[in-house]
């Protein structure tokens, strides 16, 4: 029978009331001006309704469902919940995610009861929305990996609640759900080329006015790339509004104060604007005799962070790498091969890879451009009293204070560039990264080492993150390309050219074969795949091929299976991101399954036979493009 149990409501702000009876609490948050409940008592019961009672705010539940002993871990969830510094409706969606676990849960009949039965269910709840994610777009149930990521994510947070664990030790029990990333090309050639020779003149023109000690007004001359010649009386271009545009002329001269007056025939007018100028002649004054003055500060961090962009479209470094590289270490280098340029290196620390030291290259074409940076570097030093910064970019914010580059810096550097020069095609760090891999590839005519070499990554990130070509590369181009990350996929998932796999005497039945596995956490690797290789995961059929358990029988049955995925997987490319996408991820599988067909056929030469006729049958099945759609 379901009925109605006393609440006891807390709202999510009261921090001081005791969660004295968790199964009849409910919490309260205040969302865009409404009240909103979640009824976290009703997760201590194994029966509870989806019903909403106007007159209630709590879910009816059969009160002979309590569950004890889930008691203290739904106490511990709502403690963690009202301790959260997240804004409180960031909280109550946490709440609803974490409500939908235990609705699966007791779905499944899970006691959730002890800590086993918590690991357990939240790791049967992580293969339910992997399985999700696979569901074809539409399907009931389907769900995009970036919200089935969310929902696990909150999941995992209540089970560090619940067992009182920290997040990295739920992490090593409970895998995490890998959202798929838009992929951004790399842009033309040309347009990231012009893009960073402007980032150069303007860096050039400005560091020029500042180490020489040139006065304002001066000129930036970008007619060259065709975006026209622009007065700079101050580090920001004057708007045409401003009256202090008329004070100058088009080749940087300043405006005679008896030609202004002449222009006014109205003397209030005429006072009025003769006051603004004797202001902004003192005021250029003070930028032309102080060193330290705010305007040329800002053109200093103009000119860094333009450097900087073009630094990284150059060398090809990321963000975090390069706002932090040691520019003083900058010594000659040698390539590690013909294919790659002499030049001068930095050292520098990759943080996403566990602090690796990294060692950024450029062309002594481009030295030149960093030696007048050095100078740059060096004025900003002795001029604004800092001490000398072991970070090779700094940002300059007053008297003896700096600070390193960051996003914010890129931000402010956009929205300067494309207020003075509306028409400019702006690239992202990480476009002119991927450029650069780009370049680094056709320039080594297609040595993927030499592109990771050059990106100072390992060679299977350089294959994954960097390998969309431009539109305007040519198609012959794209098929070389292709052939040889589709060959680099294969041999980096393995360390031994042959890798065996056991035929027949199979304890169990699964999709891609049969299985000597006792349970899911038996799942591993066989001997000889790399890291780069799938990892075994028994909800995904394709990975089973990788496992050390995964068992063949030579029958017509599990030849039907492994054909089948030999035949449908090339039909998921048209759902991969790209092409270097699909060869990264299924030619190592595609390669896995002729591996165990040609031992197959090894040990049992009569079964070619059979083999062949199950290849023929599923290439003349109406259904495989569908049936792909589940791969």
Not at 9 to 17: A, L, N, P
Not at 259 to 281: A, F, K, P
Request: glycine share 4%; hydrophobic share 35%; aromatic share 10%.
């Amino acid at each position: 029978m379901m009925e109605y149990r006393p609440e006891i409501i807390i709202h999510i702000t009261d921090k001081i009331t005791e969660v004295l009876k968790p199964e009849m609490t409910v919490l309260e948050f205040d969302i865009d001006n409404s009240c909103r409940t979640c009824d976290v008592g009703s997760w201590c019961y194994s029966v509870r309704s989806n019903a909403r009672n106007p007159n209630h705010k709590s879910r009816s539940v059969a009160k002979e469902s309590i569950v004890k002993d889930r008691l203290k871990y739904v106490e511990r969830i709502i403690e963690g919940l009202r301790a959260s510094t997240y804004n409180q409706a960031t909280v109550y969606s946490h709440a609803g995610k974490i409500a939908r676990f235990i609705d699966f849960a007791d779905s499944k009949g899970m006691s959730l009861s002890n800590d086993k039965d918590w690991i357990e269910s939240v790791y049967s709840y992580y293969e339910h929305l992997v399985l999700s994610t696979r569901l074809a777009d539409g399907t009931e149930g389907s769900l995009k990996e970036r919200s089935a990521s969310a929902e696990l994510s909150s999941t995992k947070k209540a089970l560090a609640w619940a067992l009182e664990l920290t997040d990295n030790e739920v992490s090593l029990k409970i895998p995490h759900i890998k959202e798929g990333k838009s992929e951004s090309l790399p842009g033309d050639d040309l347009e990231r080329n012009q893009f960073v020779q402007v980032l150069l003149a303007i860096f050039e023109r400005f560091t020029d006015i500042l180490i020489n000690e040139k006065p304002f007004p001066f000129v930036l001359d970008l007619s060259h790339w065709g975006f026209g010649k622009h007065v700079f009386s101050r580090s920001s271009h004057l708007s045409k509004a401003s009256y202090t545009k008329s004070f100058v002329n088009d080749d940087a001269g300043i405006v005679s104060r008896e030609e202004v007056r002449g222009r006014y025939t109205d003397w209030r007018e005429c006072v009025g604007v003769m006051s603004v100028y004797d202001n902004w002649i003192k005021r250029l004054d003070k930028t032309n005799s102080l060193n330290t003055d705010l305007q040329r500060k800002s053109l200093y961090n103009s000119a860094t962070y333009c450097y900087y962009l073009a630094f990284i479209g150059i060398v090809g470094t990321n963000n975090g790498v390069t706002s932090a590289l040691r520019l003083s270490s900058c010594e000659k280098s040698e390539p590690i091969n013909c294919k790659a340029p002499r030049g001068y290196s930095f050292t520098g620390l990759k943080v996403r890879a566990g602090n690796k030291t990294v060692y950024p290259t450029m062309g002594k074409e481009f030295y030149q451009f960093h030696k007048k940076y050095e100078k740059l570097r060096q004025w900003g030093e002795i001029e604004f009293d800092l001490d000398v910064q072991r970070v090779g970019f700094f940002r300059i914010s007053g008297i003896g204070k700096c600070a390193p580059l960051n996003k914010v810096s890129i931000d402010t550097l956009k929205e300067w560039l494309i207020g003075h020069l509306p028409n400019v095609k702006w690239h992202t760090p990480r476009e002119l990264r991927k450029g650069v891999s780009w370049s680094f590839w056709n320039l080594s005519n297609g040595d993927i080492n030499t592109v990771a070499w050059k990106l100072q990554n390992d060679v299977k990130t350089t294959l994954k993150s960097y390998s969309n070509p431009p539109k305007i590369a040519g198609l012959k181009e794209l098929s070389t390309f292709m052939n040889e990350m589709w060959n680099e996929a294969i041999d980096s998932s393995r360390s031994a050219k042959y890798i065996p796999v056991q035929i027949n005497n199979g304890l169990h039945k699964t999709p891609a074969g049969h299985c000597n596995a006792n349970d899911l956490s038996q799942a591993k690797r066989s001997e000889g795949f790399t890291d780069s290789a799938p990892e075994p995961n028994c909800s995904r059929s394709e990975t089973c091929f990788f496992c050390r358990h995964y068992v063949l029988h030579a029958d017509e049955e599990d030849i039907h299976l492994i054909t089948s995925l030999k035949v449908l997987l090339p039909y998921a490319q048209k759902r991969a991101a790209n092409e270097a996408s699909y060869a990264i991820k299924f030619a190592p599988i595609l390669y896995r399954i002729d591996e165990i067909l040609e031992e197959l056929i090894k040990q049992f030469p009569a079964k070619k036979s059979l083999v062949d006729d199950a290849m023929n049958k599923v290439l003349n099945s109406d259904n495989k493009c569908d049936t792909a759609n589940q791969v």
